[in-house]
């Protein structure tokens, strides 16, 4: 049977971010932009909602004179992840 | 990259592809802490035996608490100039392997003022141990031998006696270090090309 594909995760610029943020521990936003290639403004939307659903979290703080926001992957966020992974596999018949 | 939806397939290709490009940036070899603690070791050691050496004041000892001093203040400016952008678990890792060799490194050179114990081996076999395991973490040999080969040369100051067991100190921390080091940067650099 298929598994429910969670929609939040179902687009592919949080599906980028959530998988960067996945393979690291913490990451800035200069760092998605360059592992995605998207614009400023559309990071900025998909990470507010990833961070409402409480998957990601957002700490604002400084790098010398300078902003540095950094974000990291919640708990909540890697379970929404695997599950997400799991659901693939069953539509894509991948023994799990 | 954009806000569109996804077929189930493209999902997984971009999960894979977006791991794999992560994985492979942090692959970047940076020598930069290898070379600051390493040329700062040296340097310290050759002040130390020329001053012990000429002078034989046992107060010029305190002189290798420069090297703290220096290491801590290189990576505090090399840090400021890195502007890295992530972090990753084996960041943290390795962060927590140097917190716990740096902390027993100091106290064991705290020790020696008040008990009389072989401070160099036991410097030696530290940041040997913890080199190995650095380059064990990060899977780099030239790391893992460097490492093993400072945890064995812990041996030569009970071989060579004197003053000059603190130039062989500096020696092996410049092949320990130093060299590793700037293997790791060559590496790192080789990759941006």
Redesign the interface.
Known sequence: MFKYLNPLLHSELRLGIMSILISVEEADFVFIRERTGATAGNISVQIEKLSEAGYIEVEKGFAGKRTRTVYRITEKGVGAFEEYVDALKSYLNINQ | ??????N?????E??SQ??L???K??EEGNGMPFLIWGYATFIVSLVVYYLLSTTGDYHYNLIWFAIPVLGSGGMYFSK?KE?K?????I??IIVNIWTVIGIAGLLVSCAAFFVRIPVLPIEMLLMGIGTALTGLVIRFKPVIISGFVGMISCALPFIIKGYEQIIVFGIVFLIMMVIPGHILNYKGRKKHV
């Open positions: 990259m954009e806000e569109k939806m996804l189930e397939k493209e999902s997984l971009l999960i977006m791991i490009n992560t994985r940036k942090m400021r502007k952008h992530s972090k990753t678990y960041d943290r």
